[in-house]
């Protein structure tokens, strides 16, 4: 039992470290993420409670994500890294350049620097009901002090800079027999403290301090999966919202300290509404899975003091998808203990709706932007996996991947890499209470039960 506590904390310590993604086995099935996965735990933390006493990590030029779970009886402890929580979602990246570009001298912050903190898992199984938790804290920060001293003319700049995010997301999962649901909630705190100071000689010194304040990160989510004899049937939904009010303050070298406090605040949300079946074939050992999502993301950009010059701006992209996974395994082969193939089908549309709005007095502004729709078109995605005592090793191989391997074997011009690799380490259930699978769906963020088949 120790040994393989050892093994799993060892393993994600080793390879805990950089950027989020799905893993190479739901990407292979063009993004198909109802069934029963390992990344499920990153969509909702009640997931954690089926996948215990297992490490898996994800690569693809960067390490990501990387999953490893323990269980003691009934109880649940591991850790996760992938970056996808608050700070990947653009809301940094877009009060950086709105808050910090207007305090001129910050705006060169880069919003994707952020430190690899693992996330903290925990769960239980009580049977029917299962709960699970994951904390999360991601920051990042820089200073930066140059001193030039020449001629007698002395030039001194200092760069302080520090943000990211804290919070939770708490989830709940209920077996009903035929009908298994999930919900979730979760709330985080976004901050920011930066400076800029340069003193020259013979001069008062210039600086510029920005902040965020009043910032919060809400999520909630739930899916339900009803078992029929035709198929699995899910639906389920996912809403989230990001708000904060940026400050800055700026002291010239001559005159009054120019505030700003308040200078705009800025809203996002995304609501995701989905659907799905699934059905898993026995006798041919297949698996069959859609989807289909329609999202939506809002973005409000409000100035403190709304006048006909300084408005207020609202971005909603809509996109509209189908994906569509086919999965087939292959056991007792003489050298490996099974082999899966899977081929995913993708279809999505995209639609954007810009708005602005103003007035002083008597003076209005109003528009409404409709653009017309993209239409990104079919796509297409292969992989396999082979599985051999506890170890998995999955592939996603993109049809660009494939021919470009062609042109070079005959002697043309190309070489694309796999575009991602998988590989799990599970060591079963020793150490665990047992109990139900579940599955998982959602844009990025819920998850759920399933009756399709697993290692």
């Known amino acids: 039992m120790f040994r393989t506590l050892i093994t799993v904390t060892l393993f994600v310590a080793v390879t805990a470290g950089v950027a989020p993604a799905q893993n190479a086995r739901v990407d292979a099935m063009a993004g198909y993420d109802l069934m029963d996965d390992h990344t499920n735990i990153l969509a909702n933390p009640v997931f954690v409670n089926d996948h215990s006493n297992s490490v898996q990590i994800t690569y693809d030029g960067d390490v990501g994500p990387v999953i490893a779970v323990v269980g003691l009886k009934n109880m649940r402890f591991g850790l996760s890294y992938t970056g996808d929580n608050v700070l990947d979602d653009d809301v940094y990246a877009h009060y950086l350049t709105t808050v910090l570009g207007a305090a001129n001298n910050l705006g060169f912050i880069n919003a994707g620097n952020v430190d690899p903190i693992p996330n903290i898992l925990f769960g239980m199984d009580l049977n029917a009901l299962k709960i699970g938790a994951r904390l999360y804290y991601e920051r990042t920060s820089r200073k930066n002090s140059v001193q030039d001293n020449q001629g007698g003319n002395f030039d001194e700049t200092t760069i302080n800079e520090r943000y990211g995010t804290m919070g939770f997301v708490a989830g709940a999962g209920l077996d009903l027999n035929s009908l298994m649901l999930s919900v979730k909630a979760g709330m985080g705190v976004p901050f920011l ?16 301090t920005a902040s965020v304040n009043k910032g919060i990160h809400l999520e909630i989510g739930g899916e339900g999966r009803l078992a029929m004899r035709a198929a699995d049937v899910i639906v389920g939904a996912d ?4 708000s904060f009010k ?35 074939i026995d006798d041919q050992n297949l698996l069959l899975g859609v989807k289909l999502s329609a999202t939506m993301v809002s973005e409000t950009d409000k100035p403190n003091d709304v006048t006909y010059a300084e408005r207020t701006n609202t971005t909603r992209d809509m996109s509209y998808g189908i994906r569509s996974g086919l999965e087939k395994t292959w056991t007792e082969l003489r050298w490996l203990d099974a082999v899966r193939g899977r081929v995913g089908l993708s ?13 002083a007095g008597p003076d209005e502004y109003d528009s409404r932007l409709k653009h017309a729709p993209d239409r990104g078109g079919f796509g297409l995605n292969v992989g396999f996996g082979i599985k051999k005592n506890v170890s998995q090793f999955d592939v996603l191989i993109s049809p660009d991947a494939l021919l470009s391997a062609i042109r070079t074997v005959s002697g043309q011009a190309g070489g694309e890499d796999f575009a991602r690799v998988t590989f799990t380490m599970d060591f079963g259930s020793a150490l665990s209470s047992g109990g139900s699978n579940w599955s998982s769906g959602g844009s990025s963020t819920d998850k759920k039960p399933s009756t399709g088949s697993s290692w």
């Open 193 to 208: 403290n930066a400076s800029y100071e340069n003193s020259i000689t013979g001069a008062n010194p210039e600086r510029v």
């Open 239 to 242: 809403l989230e919202m990001t």
């Open 246 to 280: 940026g400050e800055w303050e700026f002291t010239p070298r001559v005159g009054d300290v120019v505030r700003h406090d308040g200078f705009r605040s800025t809203t996002l949300s995304l609501i995701d509404l989905y659907g799905g079946a699934e059905k898993f």
């Open 347 to 359: 279809y999505e549309t995209t639609m954007a709706i810009v708005r602005a709005n103003g007035s």
